[in-house]
């Protein structure tokens, strides 16, 4: 019987609450953990579960884990994901619906898996995105944050806390970009697409619970700024202060100094 990695620290920033695991298997498992009860709760109460998730390396360990996690009826899940490149080849290995089908979906098989399509005409795309999203409720989003403190592709200059659409196609920042280069998603920094489409902030904040798994050095700069900077656009992912049930994983690297 699988146990529960414990956590080495924990507290609150506002509502936010944080822990700190000594390495990132173990927030990847105490995450998915936490993840997966809320998930069985929610099914043990109604027909069907929404989850948004995330696609990056932050979230490998945290992907493993909810992956071989017991007890989960995933015929009962309908599965999002978080944002998308535009313009990429339908085979391109860099896109987000890749990663997470090959590292999730094909291995747990939801009911119903909605990918957003990167090929599309972007407004439309977005416009059909957004009618799924509106069908019902989020419950769960499983997040992380970006160097720049993004959550999705709601970089500094295009966040709106209060934006008026649930889905939108945005240029990227160039720390945004540069970080796909440092992820190993992308050679060389021209290689990035200029565009994508990402769920905006109002909709990654409508989830009635939110995941945030967050390792690394190169993350500490933005989980300083998310947990002890104001709630600003400057840093996007301040506003998981905010949220009424939001819980962040961090391992040592990532966690700022006290």
Request: hydrophobic fraction near 40%.
């Amino acid at each position: 019987m699988s146990t529960t990695p414990l956590a080495e620290r924990a507290w609150t920033a506002d509502r936010l609450r944080v822990r700190q695991y000594a390495g990132r298997d173990d927030m990847g498992k105490a995450a998915a953990a936490e993840a997966a009860e809320a998930i069985r709760q929610k099914l043990n109460t109604r027909g069907t579960v929404r989850i948004v998730f995330a696609a990056a390396p932050s979230q490998n360990e945290f992907l493993e884990a909810l992956a071989a996690a017991e007890g989960i009826d995933w015929a009962r899940v309908t599965a999002f994901h978080m944002d998308e490149y535009i313009g990429l080849s339908p085979d391109a290995p860099q896109r987000f619906s890749h990663f997470l089908t090959t590292r999730l979906f094909n291995r747990v098989c939801p009911g119903k898996v909605h990918l957003l399509d990167g090929t599309a005409e972007p407004a439309r795309e977005c416009a059909r995105y957004a009618a799924l999203l509106r069908e019902a409720p989020l419950d769960i989003v499983c997040l992380g944050i970006g160097e720049n403190g993004h959550i999705a592709f709601n970089d500094p200059p295009v966040a709106d806390f209060n934006d008026p659409e649930l889905v939108k196609p945005v240029k990227l920042d160039d720390l945004c970009k540069e970080q796909q280069v440092h992820d190993g998603c992308f050679a060389k920094f021209e290689d990035v697409p200029e565009y994508a489409m990402t769920l905006t902030v109002p909709a990654l904040m409508s989830a009635g619970q939110l995941f945030c798994i967050v390792p690394g050095a190169a993350k500490r700069r933005a989980v300083q700024g998310t947990l002890k900077g104001p709630i600003t656009t400057a840093c996007p992912a301040s506003i998981l202060r905010t949220h009424a049930d939001c819980r962040m994983y961090l391992d040592r690297d990532s966690t700022p100094d006290e």
